[in-house]
């Protein structure tokens, strides 16, 4: 089986190193992740007259550049084929498969591990789905995998015992039609803690006070510097120009059930969500058809 890997978090995240040493197991690796972390592009690509840069890397320095303190994880010798593109997850894909897969497309493709849940509506966000959904458009399957805590050393140990046994349920029932993606969401909780797994849908909600005046120091109990992320603590400005970042607080909406991936997680279980790519409303559309939508201007 070949399978093409990528992330959001950049080649050089913990979550990656992990998710190559889970899929080693399973057939030809390829990796092409992000050069710097890329979360929240969702399936933006980098277009236009912009240079790309595109690196292989050796064993060597896969293993020496572990995000975030630079420490050896020592297991990454897992023969798999490393390179980072300096562009989006999307555009990592897309890289691969017009380069390295031009000939023949790669089996899956699984985009993780996140450092961070892709429940509810940051689905509509995440660069780790992204990836997924490239892969959806070119009738490829593919798997979006993630870990409910920011921490960047955060453990995986659910992931590695959980996730090669969904991946062999997913790949052993695919659908016969093309466009879906699925959204593996674990809790943060140990292995021995989870629960089990649940087959649900996307939760509904949205974030509030978005908004809120530069701190560098948010997230820094959690070892996330703005210097991790490729930028400045102490950034410069123009005149006149106020500086915010985006750390908003979540608002459940009260329609959600005990099968809304985030409530799943929350009560102890590993979400699975099935996405499409195609996000055609197939009842609106007759809805509004017999409404008279359709008519002829001649």
Known sequence: ????????DGYQAKGIKILTEI????????????????????????????????KELSSEEVEEKTWPTGKSCGRCDTGAKWSYLDATPASCVKFGLNTIFEKK??????????????????????GTLGAAQEAAVNGIPAIGVSLATLNPDA???????????????IMSNLPGKRGIYYNV????????????IR???????????????????VYRHLGITPELLGQSSCPETEPGEELFMMVGDYLDDPDNTRRSDHW?????????????IDTTDYGEVE????????????
């Open 185 to 196: 969401n674990f809790p943060d909780i140990p292995a021995d803690r989870i629960k089990g």
């Open 23 to 54: 899929m080693c197991q399973f057939g030809s690796l390829t990796v092409i992740a992000p050069k710097k972390h890329q979360s929240g592009m969702s399936m933006a690509v980098s277009l236009g007259l912009k240079q790309i840069a595109y």
């Open 155 to 169: 453990d995986f140990s659910a992931v590695e015992k959980y996730f090669p046994d969904i991946f062999r349920m």
């Open 105 to 126: 497309f790669p089996d899956v493709v699984v985009s993780g591990i996140n450092h961070g849940s892709n429940a509810t509506a940051a689905s509509c966000y995440s």
């Open 287 to 298: 809805r509004i058809g017999r409404l008279g939508f359709d008519m002829d201007f001649r």
């Open 1 to 8: 089986m070949d399978i093409l890997i990528t992330n959001d």
């Open 264 to 276: 799943i997680m929350n009560e102890g279980y590993i979400s699975i969500v099935a996405h499409n």
């Open 199 to 217: 087959t649900g849908f996307q939760g509904k909600g949205r974030w509030v006070r978005e908004f809120k005046h530069w701190d560098p120091d």
